[in-house]
């Protein structure tokens, strides 16, 4: 079975500091992982995604990830918050084994900006 | 990315009644088209999957005669929570995602209570 763990459910930054929000993730295959946001009352929006290419994956709004295949981790960062960025993310994993169908998501991770 | 239309995006009803959560494809074909519901500051819980014109494959511990979900075209899917009661009410979301792709793209959910 496939599983995310996000480490701090939330995670609090001053506005211009660095973001870095954590998930590792258990696969017994090749793991497809995924990164989303969600605002208050909304849906989820991509924020990033590694397929097996690239391990430093670069996404919208400035943020980016890293896939270590040896640390089992896919840790989100951003180098500068802003206000806009607060939102609740959720990490998430898929792979072959459910012909990339199923996502089983993380717990997610509440990140918090002050000024 | 693509659009998924999820409608309506919040609804009151009572006790005993039937409501109905549609998902629009608006801009790709989804063979397959996803549920889940979230409860409050927690993760996504997959309900279950579809594939158009086949019956929809529930998780376990979800009803199926509870949530009636119809999958009839390759741009709509619906979700509907039968007899709902107090203990339905939740977020609903669901994603879509196109025959050969890994991502899945999020409707913007719909908050159902129940009085």
């Known amino acids: 079975a496939q599983s995310v763990t996000q480490l701090g459910s939330h995670v609090s930054v001053s506005e211009g500091a660095l973001v870095l929000l954590r998930c590792n993730y258990s696969s017994s295959v090749p793991p497809y992982l995924f990164w989303y946001v969600q605002y208050p009352n909304q849906g989820l929006q991509l924020l990033l995604k590694y397929t097996s290419a690239a391990t430093l994956v670069k996404g919208i709004n400035g943020f980016e990830a890293e896939f270590k295949k040896s640390e089992t981790s896919f840790h989100l960062t951003k180098p500068s918050a802003h206000m806009s960025d607060a939102a609740e993310y959720f990490c998430a994993v898929t792979s072959m084994n459910t012909g990339f169908q199923k996502l089983v998501f993380g717990t997610g991770t509440r990140l918090l900006v002050s000024p | 990315g693509a659009v998924v239309s999820q409608h309506p995006s919040w609804v009151i009803c009572k006790s005993g009644t039937s409501v109905k959560i549609e998902c629009r494809s608006l801009?790709?074909?989804?063979?397959?088209m996803f549920w889940y519901r979230q409860f409050p500051k927690q993760s996504l819980m997959l309900m279950a999957t579809s594939n158009e014109g086949s019956k929809a494959t529930y998780e376990q511990g979800v009803e199926k005669d509870k949530f009636l979900i119809n999958h009839a075209s390759l741009t709509l899917s619906t979700l509907t929570v039968t007899s709902a009661h107090p203990e339905d009410s939740s977020f609903y979301i669901c994603s879509a995602r196109e025959a050969g792709h890994g991502e899945a793209f999020f409707g913007q959910g719909t908050r159902l209570t129940v009085v």
């Open positions: 801009d790709f074909q989804a063979t397959t």
